[in-house]
């Protein structure tokens, strides 16, 4: 058991110091070349710049021609070990239309997708924008294994939760329900859907970042290349930390009716440690490992979910194990210790998931206009609802477990009357303790449904930072426009002169200004310089406060045909 503790301790050591710091979601940051340039000659290679430091093993960068056939050479690789950056080779190009499609994973393990286009020589004419929004949603993967991933993370939270809920009760609300075969039940069947949905994830993993299908998930290459990502990394973490755990579980659940002896004096430091181990997991392969204040956020994380599973893995126990044997006198002990404990992990849920929210939303907008916002709110909504609901059970625990004067002497009476004098009718309260706590579990799940659903989602922040992309259609143009990092201060801008059809076209002029009527702020001309047909660029160009700016763009067709578009881009 020394070995086991040790074994224990390394491998959280090594699972929280051997994940590397990421940045935030992954936003594409420039492309070489740039999105509908126009070349004189073949590239050689196409390059992506990214904010952060991605895996391209499970993602794919992939180039096509005019006609949709796949023309990139080689693997795609890391240039000088730059993480950021994602390169492939291409062959010589003759000239006509490419189109770029790409799917990496970034720091979080969620996958980031998006396709552009170029053109080698003035004269291409095949309409690629089509091709590139087709080539694109086919790379999406099956909708199955988005499915299977989210009740494979489900069943990863809900087993954590029977699991260290389980031995957190014994441990510390309940010795005697060590002696039950309900106990050893749940227990060992949260080690064994744990172990076995951390494994499936692996896989299911590799398919879901690659946007493969379902059945690619089983493919041993798959597999291997989720092995050496973080999140491959932190899965087999877990799975070393649950073989201590079976060895913890084995001496905490002997053979036989009864135990009769105390666990020895190493037990719990050894199952804490292990506990703790299993906790960061989630964090370390997740939202936790990507964006600012990491090291908070991996501690403020695994604190969330050890709390999570002794509160939610504790009320399963309480109903199925202690409340069920409808005894009052040995539920005293249990009832009263686990409304104590429960009420120290609301607070600490209530902390850390507050510190995590402000991490990852940032904003009364993003909380309102995203994804991840709206999943976040209903979560609130439900956990609120359990506390009411607890709030109710903690008030029936003091009625009966704590003014124990108050209970009545002979079982089954009627008086459950509001005279302070009068007794409780214990047997009566014990049932709707019962059906609290039960309505308590159901609720808990609900929350484990969402929070699956959360991990799979954009964290709000990210969704609305990176560069801005903007598209302005007119009758006779296409404006296609990029503003990068899109916040206040120094700004890259490109601009794009296209066809309806999505192919370049050439301009005799184009100008642009961009004002801020909110603040009244006189249009500012946006000093453009021309880089190739219809491609205009101001690198560097400031842009003096955040908020919602006006773009007005100019472009003279003909030396008496000018077309004139604006839009609204968002400074942050």
């Not at 290349?225 to 002997?254: D, K």
């Not at 002990?333 to 849920?349: D, E, K, M, Q």
Request: overall charge negative; charged content about 15%; hydrophobic content about 50%.
């Amino acid at each position: 058991m020394r070995r086991a503790a040790f074994v224990a301790a390394a491998a959280t050591v090594v699972a929280v110091l051997a994940a590397p710091p990421a940045g935030a979601h992954a936003v594409l940051e420039g492309t070489t070349p740039v999105a509908s340039d126009v070349l004189d000659g073949s590239p050689g290679t196409v390059s992506l710049s990214f904010t952060e430091s991605v895996e391209a093993a499970l993602g794919a960068v992939r180039v096509y021609d005019g006609s949709g056939g796949r023309i990139d050479t080689g693997a795609p690789e890391h240039p000088d070990g730059d993480r950021s950056e994602v390169r492939v080779g291409l062959p010589d190009l003759d000239d006509g239309s490419y189109v770029v499609t790409w799917r990496v994973i970034s720091g979080d393990s969620h996958p980031v997708q998006g396709a552009f286009t170029f053109q080698v020589g003035p004269d291409a004419t095949a309409n690629v924008a089509s091709l590139a929004e087709r080539l694109l949603s086919e790379q999406g993967g099956e909708s199955i294994v988005g499915v299977a991933y989210g009740v494979d993370r489900f069943l990863v939270f809900a087993s954590i939760a029977l699991l260290l809920g389980g031995v957190g009760f014994v441990a510390l609300v309940s010795p005697v329900a060590r002696s039950r075969a309900t106990t050893r039940r749940l227990l060992w069947t949260g080690w064994a859907v744990c172990i076995l949905s951390t494994l499936a994830g692996i896989g299911l993993q590799g398919a879901y970042a690659a946007g493969l299908p379902l059945a690619d998930a089983v493919k041993p290459s798959v597999i291997r290349e989720v092995l050496g990502t973080r999140f491959g990394q932190v899965s087999i973490g877990r799975v070393v930390l649950l073989g201590v755990m079976a060895l913890l579980l084995a001496r905490l659940l002997p053979a036989g009716p009864r135990v009769e002896h105390p666990l020895p004096a190493w037990w719990l430091p050894v199952a804490a440690l292990t506990g703790i181990g299993v906790a960061a997991t989630p964090g370390l392969g997740g939202h936790a490992s990507a964006g600012d204040l990491v090291p908070f956020a991996v501690v403020a994380d695994t604190i969330h979910v050890l709390a999570m599973a002794l509160w939610v893995g504790g009320l399963a126990y309480l109903v199925a194990v202690v409340l069920d044997r409808r005894d009052v006198e040995e539920a005293r002990g249990a009832v009263t210790r686990f409304s104590r404990l429960a009420l120290a992990c609301v607070i600490a849920i209530v902390a850390t998931g507050s510190f995590q929210a402000w991490r990852q939303v940032g904003s009364l907008e993003a909380l309102r206009d995203t994804n991840y916002g709206q999943l976040l709110i209903v979560k609130v909504v439900i956990v609120a609802a359990i506390v009411v609901v607890a709030a109710f059970s903690r008030e029936i625990v003091y009625r009966v477990y704590q003014r124990p004067e108050r209970v009545a002497a002979v079982v089954g009476t009627d008086a459950v009357g509001d005279d302070p004098e009068q007794p409780v009718d214990a047997p009566r309260e014990l049932r709707r303790l019962r059906g609290s706590v039960a309505i308590e579990v159901l609720l808990a799940v609900a929350v484990l449904t969402v929070t699956a659903l959360l991990v799979n989602t954009n964290p709000a922040k990210d969704e609305l930072e990176g560069p801005f992309l903007g598209r302005i259609e007119t009758d006779g143009i296409v404006f296609d426009l990029q503003v990068v990092p899109a916040v206040a201060g120094p700004n890259d801008l490109h601009l794009f002169a296209l066809t309806t059809t999505g192919g370049p076209t050439d301009t005799l002029e184009m100008t642009a200004t961009m004002e801020f009527p909110e603040r009244e702020i006189a249009p500012i001309e946006v000093p453009l310089e021309r880089l190739g047909p219809g491609h205009y660029s101001a690198s560097g160009f400031t842009v003096p406060i955040a908020g919602d700016w006006l773009l007005e763009v100019s472009a003279l067709v003909t030396p008496v045909d000018e077309v004139t578009a604006e839009t609204t881009v968002r400074i942050r």
